[in-house]
Nanobody, 118 residues
Framework: VQLQASGGGLVRPGGSLRLSCVASGTISSVNAMGWYRQLPGKQRELVAVIIKGDNTEYADSVKGRFTISRDNAEATVYLQMSSLKPEDTGVYYC?????????????WGQGTQVTVSS
């Protein structure tokens, strides 16, 4: 199983970006998919997660600005980021808890850089 993230880039404050992450390989079911980020000089933190049943959780710092959604059929998760702030700058990582050939495992995608700057 592999996760492929895309959609990062440079955006001005107040702008928007949409991140996508596709899971590929032999997947029996998707338990949860989400996004983490690592801000400069800080540890990786949860941004948003969508859990089986479409329950969502967000970091307080992004509530009302970011929206996570999922396409179960395509094993894809999206993060729509709006009203971006310079403090959102960092590397964003896709994460998934999937049932695959080896059982239930936690997977990480490669990071995608998000830079918010004027």
């Amino acid at each position: 199983v592999q996760l492929q993230a895309s959609g990062g880039g440079l955006v001005r404050p107040g702008g928007s970006l949409r991140l996508s992450c596709v899971a590929s390989g032999t997947i029996s079911s998707v338990n949860a998919m989400g996004w983490y980020r690592q801000l400069p000089g800080k540890q990786r933190e949860l941004v948003a997660v969508i859990i089986k049943g479409d329950n969502t959780e967000y970091a307080d710092s992004v509530k009302g600005r970011f929206t996570i959604s999922r396409d179960n059929a395509e094993a894809t998760v999206y993060l729509q980021m709006s009203s971006l702030k310079p403090e959102d700058t960092g590397v964003y990582y896709c994460n998934a808890v999937l049932l695959g050939p080896g059982g239930l495992n936690n997977y990480w995608g490669q990071g995608t850089q998000v830079t918010v700057s004027s």
